[in-house]
């Protein structure tokens, strides 16, 4: 994902004045260093990288999964220190707008009698979590509309998928199923620049949400 930013950053505007590639890497970024750091590193080191960025005056597209255990401290870290988030396990704009389609159908079939839904997601073999931040982010928006019915989540991991999503509705005589498909990975890439255009001078802890208004 980093070297696909590096060499698509040109492209939106940006220039790209430092790479980070190893633990402890971040502590060398001075203040004013950079305008937005864009990171899609590792859980582990997500809260330290905030951190770091955050004391350092640089706003921060997050594209990292798994480290949301550690969001409140991180949101309230970001309100003092006066810099700008934006988080999203997912940085595909087709993404933002599949997860309201499955918002809107949530709502419609929540009361449906007999009724059950899914969620499947299929990635690369590298992937390193299972299930995925985006089917987690797809399950929890289900739920905030209102859908308290049973989800069963599975997972696939083979080859190079880029990643693909579906969540199904189903019900005594039909079948609902969205589905979102990635052809190529470039396309995190390409929203987490845009990400990082949206967020510039900005304020706050932001979803993609915001920046899709």
Do not use: Q
């Not at 590096?6 to 633990?23: D, I, M």
């Not at 949301?68 to 993404?95: C, P, Y």
């Not at 997860?99 to 839904?117: D, H």
């Not at 190529?184 to 845009?194: H, K, P, Q, S």
């Amino acid at each position: 994902m980093g070297r696909l930013v590096e060499s698509l950053a040109a492209s939106y505007g940006g220039e790209v004045v430092g790479v980070v590639t190893s633990a402890g890497g971040i502590d060398r970024i001075s203040r004013g260093a950079a305008d937005v750091a864009i990171d899609f590193s590792t859980a582990a080191a997500v809260p330290a990288n905030i951190k770091h960025l955050a004391a350092s005056g640089i706003n921060v597209v997050e594209g990292t999964t798994g480290w949301h255990a550690h969001e409140a401290e991180l949101r309230e870290l970001v309100a003092r220190s006066g810099i700008a988030v934006l988080a999203s396990a997912n940085f595909s704009i087709g993404m933002g707008i599949f997860l309201e389609l499955v918002e809107l159908a949530s709502s419609k079939w929540k009361s449906a009698t007999g009724s059950g839904a899914w969620i499947h997601e299929a990635h690369h073999s590298a992937k390193k979590d299972a299930p995925s931040g985006t089917a987690l982010m797809l399950k929890a928006a289900m739920a905030g509309a209102g859908y308290d019915a049973p989800v069963d989540i599975s997972s696939s991991r083979a080859g190079s998928i880029p990643g693909t999503h579906t969540v199904g509705f189903d019900s005594v005589s039909e079948t609902v199923a969205l589905t979102h498909t990635v052809r190529d990975r470039a396309v995190f890439a390409r929203g987490a620049l845009e990400a990082a255009k949206w967020i510039h001078g900005r304020r706050g802890w932001f979803s993609l949400r915001d920046m899709l208004g």
